[in-house]
């Protein structure tokens, strides 16, 4: 039998990775045909983004870490929000009611909008919960798939009203 005996680099990236919140810097511009429903009526187009940055936080009702994930995003809105930080909470669920029960249940107090359409691709992300930091000109500059902490939210819309140094 072969032991492994683990060195200290070894348990140094293991406990680094194991505490680490990735997140993905896709720079993608959001296709000019995106729209969403909002529920308080009206339809959110890629277009009405541009001028300022926002942050869109993909869900849908019942999602157990989306509900854990909630208070940290209510908590960013408040933060971020006077400093013209646009929020939106976007599910795939296509059902309404079930929506605004959902948000009502977890407390959301974000905006609600449902999509349609292929969401997750244009926005970087490949599951829920995720959350997408779109710049004031429309370009998706860092998703994040998975439950994140507060404190990861806040960086990374802090590096998003930073402005970006130049090519």
Do not use: N
């Amino acid at each position: 039998m072969i032991r492994l005996r683990p060195t200290p680099v070894v348990c140094a990236l293991v406990a680094c990775l194991a505490g680490c919140e990735w997140a993905d810097h896709p720079d993608l511009p959001l296709p000019a045909s995106t729209e969403w429903h909002l529920l308080d009526g009206g339809t959110l187009r890629a277009r009405d983004l541009h001028g300022r940055p926002w942050v869109i936080a993909l869900w849908v009702p019942g999602c157990h870490v989306c509900q854990r994930e909630a208070p940290h995003l209510e908590a960013l809105r408040r933060e971020y929000a006077p400093a013209g930080v646009g929020f939106l909470a976007l599910s795939l669920e296509p059902d309404e009611a079930l929506v605004r029960e959902g948000a009502r249940k977890m407390g959301l107090g974000l905006p609600l909008a449902v999509t349609r359409e292929e969401t997750l691709g244009p926005l970087g992300v490949g599951a829920v919960p995720s959350v997408a930091w779109v710049d004031a000109s429309g370009m998706v500059r860092t998703a994040a798939t998975g439950e994140r902490s507060l404190g990861f939210l806040r960086r990374h819309t802090e590096a998003l009203l930073a402005p970006r140094p130049a090519p």
